[in-house]
């Protein structure tokens, strides 16, 4: 039987997958040419909110790489996440120049904190291009340097999850303390500017849609071609039998670690395009709650399918902004009764539930004999 992927990408699902691409990339241009009141208009606040999600798409797809092909359940992605934000969150505030509320050419909360200067490690924050390169040096190098201590040591399961889960927090107290550097519990906001142009403008607004659309849609191609490669199949090797490959000659470490630092850095970009489209980002963006949100949107959709993160990150999102504007005392028990119900009823997630199934391919089933006679 061929992994669920293929079937995914089956040609129907690639024609459907094309089309629901060129809807969403026609929501900006009906934001922008009908006007307000019209039927086709679609309004800012939509436009910015389906934006979010695909950002959380997007962080759920890196996840999906590391829990649902290669088996190592993360606690810890929001981190990732924050740190791409707070990093294009250095480059937005210093974009503000001085038209700030105190005037000055240090972002408002130094001021208010009383700063003469600026950090070592806000220097050349002005540069856009060079926070991009803060977006996936950060998170990539935070996630190499722990990922390499943790799996040479061979940590895994649930210990692993849960020093992932303490390394965020750590970091979530540090960023609330006012004199790190990073505006402490209120973060950054207040945005006003991106490369030159108003980050508040429909125009700005749509193109920043698009983008997120573009690297979404690029990212999904790029966790298919790595799942559906040789490598791919290293890592549900990994996943599925770590001590049988490395009997046959294979060492884990440096395939789990490249897959462990892509999804870092993958998570950091999300956060990098989340935080100009919601305008905030703070130290809660790290909490362990959000990241095991993320591990539900995972199992939602269903687990190992890339596709199946995307459609669970839109999925419970979706709910979430419905419950907490219909209901908003009752979101986290609707959210802790779908986990439940997911984990009974469908293991497989949304997609398990009419996931084609397909006889294997004979160069399939000769690869998996060779791999058993070697073992």
């Not at 691409?21 to 019209?38: E, S």
């Not at 508040?200 to 690297?215: E, I, N, S």
């Not at 799942?227 to 290293?234: D, E, I, N, P, W």
């Not at 709650?289 to 687990?303: Q, Y």
């Amino acid at each position: 039987m061929t992994h669920p992927t293929q079937a995914l990408f089956s040609r129907p699902a690639r024609y459907l997958l094309v089309v629901l691409v060129v809807v969403a990339a026609l929501l900006p241009l009906l934001h922008l040419v009908f006007p307000p009141g019209h039927t086709l208009h679609i309004s800012g606040y939509t436009l910015a909110l389906v934006g979010k999600f695909m950002c959380y798409a997007l962080a759920a797809l890196a996840l999906d790489l590391v829990w649902g092909y290669t088996g190592i359940l993360s606690l810890g992605h929001a981190l990732f996440f924050a740190l791409g934000a707070y990093a294009h969150g250095m480059y937005l505030m210093r974009a503000i120049g001085r038209d700030g509320v105190y005037g000055s050419a240090l972002p408002d909360f130094m001021v208010f904190l009383d700063w003469q200067e600026l950090p070592w490690f806000w220097a050349f924050t002005d540069s856009f291009w060079y926070c991009m390169v803060l977006v996936v040096l950060v998170p990539g190098v935070l996630a190499f340097v722990f990922g390499y201590f943790a799996f040479r040591s061979r940590i895994k399961g649930v210990y692993f999850s849960i020093i992932t889960q303490a390394l965020a927090y750590a970091c979530m107290l540090l960023f609330f303390r006012n004199d790190t550097g990073f505006g402490g519990n209120n973060g950054f906001t207040d945005f006003r500017r991106i490369l030159g142009h108003d980050i508040t403008a429909p125009g700005t607004r749509a193109v920043m849609f698009l983008v997120t659309l573009a690297l979404l849609v690029g990212a999904l191609c790029l966790c298919r071609w790595l799942v559906a490669s040789r490598l791919g199949r290293v890592l549900q090797g990994v996943r599925d039998a770590e001590p049988r490959l490395m009997f046959i000659g294979y060492d884990p470490l440096w395939f789990k670690l490249f897959v462990w630092t892509l999804s870092a850095v993958l998570c950091g970009i999300a956060g990098a395009l989340y935080v100009p489209q919601v305008g905030i980002i703070n130290p809660s963006e790290m909490s362990p709650a959000n990241s095991i949100e993320m591990v539900i949107w995972v199992a939602v959709g269903g687990r190992g399918t890339l596709i199946g993160a995307i459609l669970g990150a839109f999925t419970v999102n979706g709910l979430k902004s419905w419950f907490t504007a219909a209901f908003p005392d009752l979101w986290l028990f609707a959210l802790g009764m779908l986990f439940i119900l997911v984990t009974l009823f469908m293991p497989k997630g949304m997609l398990g539930l009419r996931l084609p199934r397909r006889r294997a391919s004979p160069t399939a089933l000769r690869e998996e004999q060779a791999l058993e006679e070697a073992a």
